[in-house]
């Protein structure tokens, strides 16, 4: 690569980060100005969209509710989403008069939208369970009966897919891929919307030791040819791997806010977390005179629920103010790619120690909790024993036991592929899409437990 090409590529430029093309339907793209802009279309798109309204069935952290309700992941999605667009409304604010000379600065307003449509995907690749469901099924194939079927796959991309399963990468997927009898480009959302999901824009092949991955082979074509149309900065020379799109610290950001503080709320409410706790928790985000006016306010209500979700209003808002403007003060370290870790990792002193004392407590408190851990051990039963069933149906079709299980795939998932990469991915599209109740009632009926009512 000669110097003045790479001193192109030595950043990124919000001129081509932010186009409403459409994945699988670029013939059709134009600039037109429109009442409803494209990215709005992404996010209601995504709200009449079958995968998100399963989402309500689906666990977050906690059991889902019986006499309280706490979150599942579509609560969680919508609420990640109301703070995405407040960041990227408060960026868009700043950095439109930065920029308000360039012929491209009216781009810069759509930065609320596109972040929270992209907050709104965030966990439509996650299966049942929480995240109990993702580490069932990497470890299915890692440590698992799925080890059996790593010699008949041959293709090492392949099984690095499976053993390092990731809810980014399979939301990647159900974004993008044309399900059988669906029309190209899966969601076809805007370019912009879907490279703001990838908080990992690699493949599993280059993943960390934590092995987290932004998509799988099947998508690394599309996601390429993303990136390279928006011009997302390539990291080293492999051409497979590159620094993160800005708007996806916005979205790291709006989901590390909601799930930490919300989990705390919900702790609450379950009484696993004392007032007192929480409230200390809570007020350690605020100097002396912002803790005043808050006491001053929380002497008014006497509701003990409802002085935590005015606390917890105020720890959001702080946030958001801090990680918006942490985004601003590093904006050209985030368009060269040197920016590293999470923005709630650099926010002020106050907030980041506070923050992670809510973190810390949720880990000791929380999600070692007695319901917690019940979730997982059975989520974990569960996927289990539904990709024992399904892999070999997929596998030895031509059983009988075979015909009646794939009879109950619906048609979209291409259990018949020919492959058996398709076919294993087939079998995870169908599992990961199902919510917590569907899976748990298929596993009694495979296993006899239940029976059609006669």
Same mark, same amino acid.
């Given at each position: 690569?000669?110097?003045?090409?790479?001193?192109?590529?030595?950043?990124?430029?919000?001129?081509?980060?932010?186009?409403?093309?459409?994945?699988?339907?670029?013939?059709?793209?134009?600039?037109?100005?429109?009442?409803?802009?494209?990215?709005?279309?992404?996010?209601?798109?995504?709200?009449?969209?079958?995968?998100?309204?399963?989402?309500?069935?689906?666990?977050?952290?906690?059991?889902?509710? #019986?006499? !309280?309700?706490?979150?599942?992941? +579509?609560? *969680?999605? =919508?609420?990640?989403?109301?703070? /995405?667009? %407040?960041?990227?409304?408060?960026?868009?604010?700043?950095?439109?008069?930065?920029?308000?000379?360039?012929?491209?600065?009216?781009?810069?307003?759509?930065? #609320?939208? !596109?972040?929270?449509?992209?907050? +709104?995907? *965030?966990? =439509?690749?996650?299966?049942?369970? /929480?995240? %109990?469901?993702?580490?069932?099924?990497?470890?299915?194939?890692?440590?698992?009966?799925?080890?059996?079927?790593?010699?008949?796959?041959?293709?090492?991309?392949?099984?690095?897919?499976?053993?390092?399963?990731?809810?980014?990468?399979?939301?990647?997927?159900?974004?993008?891929?044309?399900?059988?009898?669906?029309?190209?480009?899966?969601?076809?959302?805007?370019?912009?919307?879907?490279?703001?999901?990838?908080?990992?824009?690699?493949?599993?092949?280059?993943?960390?030791?934590?092995?987290?991955?932004?998509?799988?082979?099947?998508?690394?074509?599309?996601?390429?040819?993303?990136?390279?149309?928006?011009?997302?900065?390539?990291?080293?020379?492999?051409?497979?791997?590159?620094?993160?799109?800005?708007?996806?610290?916005?979205?790291?950001?709006?989901?590390?806010?909601?799930?930490?503080?919300?989990?705390?709320?919900?702790?609450?409410?379950?009484?696993?977390?004392?007032?007192?706790?929480?409230?200390?928790?809570?007020?350690?985000?605020?100097?002396?005179?912002?803790?005043?006016?808050?006491?001053?306010?929380?002497?008014?209500?006497?509701?003990?629920?409802?002085?935590?979700?005015?606390?917890?209003?105020?720890?959001?808002?702080?946030?958001?103010?801090?990680?918006?403007?942490?985004?601003?003060?590093?904006?050209?370290?985030?368009?060269?790619?040197?920016?590293?870790?999470?923005?709630?990792?650099?926010?002020?002193?106050?907030?980041?120690?506070?923050?992670?004392?809510?973190?810390?407590?949720?880990?000791?408190?929380?999600?070692?909790?007695?319901?917690?851990?019940?979730?997982?051990?059975?989520?974990?039963?569960?996927?289990?024993?539904?990709?024992?069933?399904?892999?070999?149906?997929?596998?030895?079709?031509?059983?009988?036991?075979?015909?009646?299980?794939?009879?109950?795939?619906?048609?979209?998932?291409?259990?018949?592929?020919?492959?058996?990469?398709?076919?294993?991915?087939?079998?995870?599209?169908?599992?990961?899409?199902?919510?917590?109740?569907?899976?748990?009632?298929?596993?009694?009926?495979?296993?006899?437990?239940?029976?059609?009512?006669?």
């Amino acid at each position: 690569m000669n110097a003045q090409a790479q001193e192109k590529t030595a950043q990124m430029h919000w001129e081509k980060l932010i186009t409403s093309k459409r994945f699988g339907m670029e013939q059709y793209h134009d600039d037109r100005h429109h009442t409803r802009t494209d990215f709005q279309r992404d996010y209601d798109r995504l709200v009449f969209s079958a995968p998100f309204r399963r989402l309500q069935n689906k666990t977050q952290v906690f059991p889902l509710p #019986g006499s !309280i309700f706490v979150h599942n992941r +579509l609560t *969680h999605s =919508l609420e990640v989403s109301c703070v /995405g667009r %407040s960041l990227g409304n408060n960026v868009s604010a700043v950095l439109s008069e930065k920029y308000k000379n360039e012929p491209w600065c009216y781009k810069l307003n759509h930065l #609320g939208a !596109i972040t929270s449509a992209a907050c +709104l995907a *965030h966990d =439509l690749g996650n299966p049942p369970f /929480g995240h %109990s469901g993702e580490r069932a099924i990497a470890t299915y194939f890692s440590e698992g009966n799925g080890q059996i079927i790593k010699q008949e796959l041959k293709n090492e991309y392949h099984w690095q897919d499976l053993t390092h399963f990731e809810g980014n990468a399979n939301a990647f997927r159900l974004l993008t891929h044309q399900f059988q009898g669906r029309r190209p480009g899966g969601f076809a959302l805007t370019y912009s919307t879907l490279a703001s999901i990838v908080k990992y824009p690699y493949s599993s092949i280059q993943s960390t030791k934590k092995g987290k991955s932004g998509f799988f082979t099947s998508e690394k074509q599309d996601f390429l040819r993303i990136a390279r149309d928006l011009g997302l900065l390539p990291d080293g020379d492999s051409g497979e791997r590159y620094h993160r799109h800005p708007l996806v610290y916005l979205v790291e950001a709006a989901d590390d806010i909601c799930y930490q503080i919300m989990d705390i709320e919900d702790a609450h409410k379950l009484k696993i977390l004392t007032t007192e706790t929480v409230k200390k928790l809570f007020l350690d985000f605020f100097d002396d005179d912002r803790k005043k006016h808050i006491n001053e306010v929380l002497e008014i209500v006497s509701d003990l629920n409802e002085q935590i979700v005015y606390l917890r209003s105020c720890v959001i808002g702080t946030l958001i103010d801090e990680c918006s403007t942490l985004f601003c003060r590093e904006e050209q370290a985030l368009l060269e790619g040197r920016f590293k870790g999470a923005l709630v990792d650099h926010i002020s002193e106050r907030p980041r120690t506070a923050y992670q004392n809510c973190a810390d407590t949720a880990w000791t408190k929380i999600y070692k909790s007695s319901d917690v851990l019940d979730i997982e051990l059975a989520g974990n039963r569960i996927i289990s024993v539904l990709l024992d069933k399904f892999l070999d149906a997929v596998r030895f079709p031509d059983k009988a036991y075979s015909r009646l299980l794939l009879n109950k795939v619906p048609e979209q998932y291409e259990v018949h592929s020919t492959t058996l990469y398709g076919k294993v991915q087939a079998v995870i599209d169908y599992i990961s899409g199902m919510t917590d109740v569907y899976a748990l009632d298929l596993y009694r009926k495979i296993n006899g437990m239940s029976l059609p009512s006669l």
